[in-house]
């Protein structure tokens, strides 16, 4: 997507000397966001700006902040902005777009907002087939709160509250979001994908854009899961992050389309 | 060649761009502390770059313009 964002603005910019491969997005503000360096939560909310500037719904769009490291994601969206309770933002989602229906409406949640919680809003709102867009970014860990155990940590994980790892017998397993959500027939679009390389950031662009455009066609709930780092929680340096996400974040949240209401089409 | 252009009021110096210019022509300025008390990146050889946008991609603070 970032590609045809740079190929659009290479055309405005033919006429000039310079022409602009690629720029900061005006459906970013020009607020430093509040994340620890490497975070890639800056890499999913620039796509999810670019692809409402890209639609052309920046200005009709309105945005569900969560409770974690994205509160504050008010501050960063240049469209209008709804800060939720922790875990509630789908219920507000619900309200705003049963309220506005012409408007796109999407939260933007982390796993310990969405999966702990927030877990009974998501399910509920997926099972109701509100036409909403999620952003679950997933992370394994609590980033904001400074590194406890979420439920999406993994078995044997280190975190604050699991300092001889995870123990499945009194912690119990991960949760699989997409895979959970994926036999409720009121959802419309299930995607998990990752930011780790730049081929990655290509088709994450494309699942949220995907996800904005089923909203727009009324199909239903939408929801795209990003597996994300934390290099801060994890006590390592963003590169050595995105290696540990690959060897064993991936392997127990497959990449992949979990539910597709277009597919048999 | 292309001009890639590092906003160091944005940039906190993750390395994420050095890590994935296949050109291997960024690198961080060890000698400039931005106001947020990073060390910013920045190109140390426009000549070399291919605008393939790595950096730019990978950036998760957008502090990065890169222009023909």
């Given at each position: 997507?970032?590609?045809?964002?740079a190929?659009?603005?290479?055309?405005?910019?033919?006429?000039?000397?310079?022409?602009?491969?690629?720029e900061?997005t005006?459906?970013?503000?020009?607020?430093?966001?509040?994340?620890?360096?490497?975070?890639?939560?800056g890499?999913?909310?620039?796509?999810v700006?670019?692809?409402l500037?890209?639609?052309?719904?920046?200005?009709?769009t309105v945005?569900v902040?969560?409770?974690?490291?994205?509160?504050?994601?008010?501050?960063f969206?240049?469209?209008?902005?709804?800060?939720?309770?922790?875990?509630?933002a789908?219920?507000v989602?619900?309200?705003?777009?049963?309220?506005?229906?012409?408007?796109?409406?999407?939260?933007?949640q982390?796993?310990?907002?969405?999966?702990?919680?927030?877990?009974a809003?998501?399910?509920?709102?997926?099972?109701?087939?509100?036409n909403?867009t999620?952003?679950f970014?997933n992370?394994?860990?609590?980033?904001m709160?400074?590194?406890?155990?979420?439920?999406?940590?993994?078995p044997?994980?280190?975190?604050?509250?699991?300092?001889?790892?995870?123990?499945?017998?009194?912690a119990g397993?991960p949760?699989r979001?997409?895979e959970?959500l994926?036999s409720?027939?009121?959802?419309?679009?299930?995607?998990r994908?990752t930011?780790?390389?730049p081929?990655?950031?290509?088709k994450?662009?494309?699942?949220?854009?995907k996800?904005?455009?089923?909203?727009?066609d009324?199909?239903?709930f939408?929801?795209?899961?990003?597996?994300?780092t934390?290099?801060t929680?994890?006590?390592?340096?963003?590169?050595?992050?995105?290696e540990?996400?690959r060897?064993?974040?991936?392997?127990?949240?497959?990449?992949?389309?979990?539910k597709?209401?277009?597919?048999?089409? | 060649?292309?001009?890639?252009?590092v906003?160091?009021?944005?940039?906190?110096?993750?390395?994420?761009?050095?890590?994935?210019?296949?050109?291997?022509?960024?690198?961080?300025?060890?000698?400039?502390i931005?106001?947020?008390?990073y060390?910013p990146?920045?190109?140390?050889?426009?000549?070399?770059?291919?605008?393939?946008?790595?950096?730019?991609?990978m950036c998760?603070?957008?502090?990065?313009?890169?222009?023909?």
């Amino acid at each position: 997507m970032a590609t045809k964002t740079a190929a659009t603005a290479t055309q405005r910019n033919k006429a000039e000397k310079n022409p602009i491969l690629f720029e900061r997005t005006p459906a970013l503000t020009t607020a430093i966001t509040n994340y620890c360096p490497g975070c890639l939560h800056g890499i999913t909310q620039r796509l999810v700006a670019e692809n409402l500037e890209k639609l052309g719904i920046t200005g009709t769009t309105v945005g569900v902040s969560p409770v974690g490291c994205s509160v504050i994601a008010y501050e960063f969206y240049a469209c209008d902005m709804v800060q939720a309770a922790h875990g509630r933002a789908p219920a507000v989602a619900t309200g705003l777009k049963r309220a506005h229906p012409e408007n796109t409406v999407f939260t933007y949640q982390g796993d310990g907002d969405l999966a702990s919680i927030g877990m009974a809003e998501t399910i509920h709102a997926a099972t109701r087939g509100e036409n909403i867009t999620v952003i679950f970014i997933n992370n394994a860990i609590y980033g904001m709160t400074g590194g406890q155990m979420a439920p999406t940590s993994l078995p044997g994980q280190v975190t604050q509250t699991s300092p001889y790892g995870r123990d499945v017998k009194t912690a119990g397993y991960p949760i699989r979001v997409c895979e959970l959500l994926s036999s409720l027939d009121g959802v419309a679009f299930l995607q998990r994908v990752t930011v780790d390389t730049p081929s990655n950031v290509r088709k994450a662009a494309k699942a949220i854009r995907k996800g904005f455009e089923y909203q727009r066609d009324g199909l239903g709930f939408s929801l795209i899961e990003v597996v994300s780092t934390c290099p801060t929680n994890w006590g390592m340096t963003p590169y050595a992050a995105l290696e540990w996400l690959r060897e064993n974040m991936l392997p127990y949240y497959p990449l992949g389309v979990y539910k597709d209401c277009k597919a048999g089409e | 060649m292309a001009k890639v252009t590092v906003d160091i009021e944005y940039c906190k110096g993750c390395g994420l761009c050095v890590d994935f210019c296949p050109q291997e022509i960024m690198q961080l300025e060890t000698e400039v502390i931005t106001q947020k008390g990073y060390h910013p990146a920045h190109c140390v050889d426009q000549e070399s770059c291919t605008a393939c946008l790595n950096c730019a991609m990978m950036c998760p603070d957008v502090a990065i313009m890169i222009e023909r």
